[in-house]
């Protein structure tokens, strides 16, 4: 089916009827669609003023000079044809575009000019803002556009990345659809990737130049470098002040030689800097104090910064040794660096001197972006005190500070040395966890959760099970995220679960979507990424969401167990459980979390949920297994659901299971429209309602299964 009537079919009904149109035109529809786009009508417009577009392209200074030769050599190809070229910055406004005068003439009319935001939001798919949602290249032709207004163009664009993995802009050509060439894409994509090794080119060459200048401009620091035997390579003017060696003297010579100190007080100097060699990674702020010519003490801070050459092997140390006087400072302590400056304040909490928030993301970036160039693992374990309002409320706020100051101090005794303890807000605490896999991080947080739950702290017996305990999430980068800001969701993500379905656990990130991963092809998984979107906009909008999806996993799971059923069924019994909200994305907020019956219209609309969540899984292959599962979990046993009012066995096993598990739950949780029924009211309610709502047989089974199910604050009475 033509790619035409594909668009005009979504447009006028929503759902797919090609099955091969591109995942990721499918998907950039779906986004299209959800932001409430008019596809008929012209596309939005939003320009900034001349002052700010200045004022982005001297911001972009760097990328204009790393993209100058090879855009005009880009142009060069192209020149004399119908197509353009242009550059956009990473929030998708135009900042230049080039083209022959004829065609530059033509392209107003489409709004490529600079200073124009290309984003989704305002143009709908487009080669610009759709590279830069999906941080991929992509090349969109004729009616892919969800805008009927660029059916007549083809646009390809890549984004551009900096050294530190960050997009920093965008290249682009287009042309009226007929002009498009198939490798024009490619094109692109190989302009982009010469620009991208420019920037990391300057990059190395301007970390040079900055170790060069300070040397040579004699800093009032005292900056030496050291190999990885902790031999000295360079020596400032201030470091000969410092050591009384001269340059050439200290040339050669081990760091411990040349710099005096007071052994026990400071330890190995050469130490310190190999310990910033073998983690990858700054050391800052570190406070010793160094025995000056004279004989006298000088206090000093210490920054080092590990040294790499082109293929990222590091190579030495650099050390800025930064003088201050003499005068008391106040300290700190940490487990990794030890002794800390009150300059290093900033980053540490005063309650529980542990790193505080602030430093969590700093180094947290620091970490992933090292894990990336050595193709190693990054953990993140997040904690949240059970109950500690309640302990709060019950023995006051003093004795709340003195139980996070001793929780700290545990957390701290629990992990190696070089992990990050930081406190990240309240009774919430973050450790990261450096080149540790899942695994590794499930066993720290499994040691530390059972720990403190067997530590006598004061006061634990006001806690609602005589304890004190913590709920934990664990998420590993790259496993479960692909940047700081996934692996921070998904750790968080992980911590709700443990939260919300038990406390006292540790949550182990897992998602329906990454185990899926292993069995789609590559056509499903941009439409499966959309999906996940999908499902994290319906939590937002829906806060029974998140909990009540993974409770009826579980519940769908143990009823299915109990019956018997081979793994392969009940792997897909789990998918469809995840996901069969996922309709509830087309509904607003008001009507979700309503506390009134619902209106007659308004429960129409609710009542098309199970339709159109079949219609938004139905793209992807690997899920049309679910598609009865999700599409008929509303039926009733006696005909009288939605939305087909189907009978008895006609529904299908396991629209049955998910019917029995998703009610069960509604039924014992707090909704806005009631309050939580008791497991065992639960379950009379599921008695009284087998054979007219649910399966008799399988409620029968469900009850059974409920006894290997370990409740909070309930057990089933027989």
Excluded at 258 to 266: D, L, P, R
Excluded at 358 to 385: C, G, P, T, W
Excluded at 390 to 409: C, I, R, T
Excluded at 616 to 640: C, M, S, T, W
Aim: proline letters at 4%; glycine letters at 6%.
């Amino acid at each position: 089916m033509a790619t035409k009537t594909t668009w005009q079919n979504f447009i006028a009904c929503g759902g797919f009827s090609d099955d091969n149109i591109r995942p990721v035109v499918a998907e950039s529809w779906l986004r299209c669609r959800l932001k409430g786009l008019n596809a008929q009508s012209d596309p939005g417009i939003l320009h900034i003023s001349q002052q700010e577009l200045e004022d982005r392209q001297k911001n972009k200074k760097e990328l204009f000079y790393a993209a100058e030769p090879f855009v005009e050599g880009l142009f060069s190809v192209i020149h004399g044809s119908e197509f353009f070229v242009g550059l956009a910055d990473e929030d998708g406004y135009l900042l230049d575009v080039f083209g022959d005068n004829v065609i530059m003439e033509t392209i107003k009319n489409p709004d490529i000019i600079p200073g124009a935001n290309w984003n989704e939001e305002i143009k709908g798919n487009n080669a610009i803002g759709t590279a830069l949602t999906i941080r991929g290249p992509v090349q969109l032709t004729g009616p892919e556009h969800y805008m009927s207004a660029f059916h007549g163009w083809t646009f390809s664009g890549a984004p551009i990345y900096d050294p530190d993995g960050l997009i920093i802009g965008l290249l682009f050509a287009a042309a009226p659809k007929n002009t498009v060439h198939p490798h024009t894409l490619g094109m692109v994509v190989a302009t982009v990737r010469a620009i991208e090794s420019r920037l990391a080119l300057e990059r190395q060459n301007d970390a040079l130049s900055a170790v060069n200048y300070f040397i040579l401009e004699n800093s009032p620091h005292a900056i030496i470098t050291v190999d990885n035997s902790g031999n000295i390579t360079s020596f400032n003017q201030s470091a000969e002040k410092l050591s009384g060696f001269s340059r050439f003297s200290a040339l050669n010579q081990n760091v411990d030689t040349v710099f005096s100190y007071e052994e026990i007080t400071n330890g190995s100097f050469a130490k310190v800097l190999m310990s910033s060699r073998d983690t990858g990674r700054p050391i800052k702020n570190f406070q010793r104090s160094f025995k000056l010519p004279s004989g006298r003490n000088k206090l000093c801070i210490v920054n080092t910064y590990p040294i790499s050459n082109a293929s990222n092997d590091i190579i030495g140390v650099m050390a800025v040794i930064r003088g201050q006087s003499n005068r008391q400072s106040k300290t700190v302590s940490s487990p990794l660096f030890g002794a800390r400056s009150a300059d290093a304040l900033s980053i540490v909490d005063n309650l529980t001197n542990l790193y505080n928030h602030k430093y969590f993301h700093e180094r947290l970036a620091e970490e992933v972006h090292r894990s990336y160039l050595q193709n190693s693992s990054v953990s993140i374990v997040m904690l949240d005190i059970d109950y500690f309002r309640h302990y709060n409320d019950v023995l006051g706020y003093p004795a709340g500070d003195k139980l996070l100051s001793e929780f700290a101090d545990m957390l701290s005794a629990l992990v190696r040395t070089r992990d990050i303890v930081t406190r990240y807000g309240g009774e919430e605490f973050a450790i990261i966890l450096t080149d540790a896999d899942s695994k590794l991080g499930f066993e720290v947080a499994e040691r530390i959760r059972t720990s403190i739950e067997n530590y006598p702290f004061e006061g634990r017996e006001v806690q609602p099970k005589g304890k004190l305990t913590v709920s934990v999430g664990v998420a590993t980068y790259p496993a479960n995220a692909s940047s700081k800001e996934d692996l921070l969701r998904v750790a968080e993500e992980a911590l709700y679960r443990a939260k919300h379905t038990s406390k006292s656990r540790v949550a182990l990130y897992f998602s329906v979507f990454d185990d899926l991963k292993t069995e789609l092809d590559q056509s499903d998984l941009s439409l499966l990424n959309t999906i996940k979107t999908l499902i994290t906009v319906i939590n937002a909008k829906d806060k029974y969401t998140f909990g009540h999806s993974e409770r009826v996993v579980r519940y769908s799971s143990v009823l299915a167990e109990q019956l018997g059923l081979g793994e392969e069924q009940v792997k897909y019994i789990k998918y469809g459980a995840y996901l069969h909200d996922i309709g509830k994305i087309e509904i607003g907020r008001d009507i979700l979390n309503k506390k009134e019956p619902l209106a007659l219209d308004e429960w129409s609309l609710l009542k098309c949920h199970p339709q159109w969540g079949a219609d938004i899984v139905k793209p992807v292959n690997a899920l049309k297994q679910i598609l009865p599962q999700i599409l008929y979990h509303h039926e009733r046993f006696d005909g009288g659901g939605y939305p087909n009012g189907l009978v008895g066995t006609d529904i299908p096993l396991n629209a049955r299971i998910l019917a029995i598990a998703d009610s069960f739950d509604a039924m014992t949780t707090v909704r806005p429209y009631q309050k939580a029924r008791s497991l065992n009211e639960a379950v009379q309610e599921l008695l009284r309602c087998s054979g007219t709502q649910f399966d008799p047989q399988l409620v029968e089974s469900f009850i059974k299964s409920l006894k290997t199910i370990q409740f909070e604050n309930e057990e089933l009475v027989s």
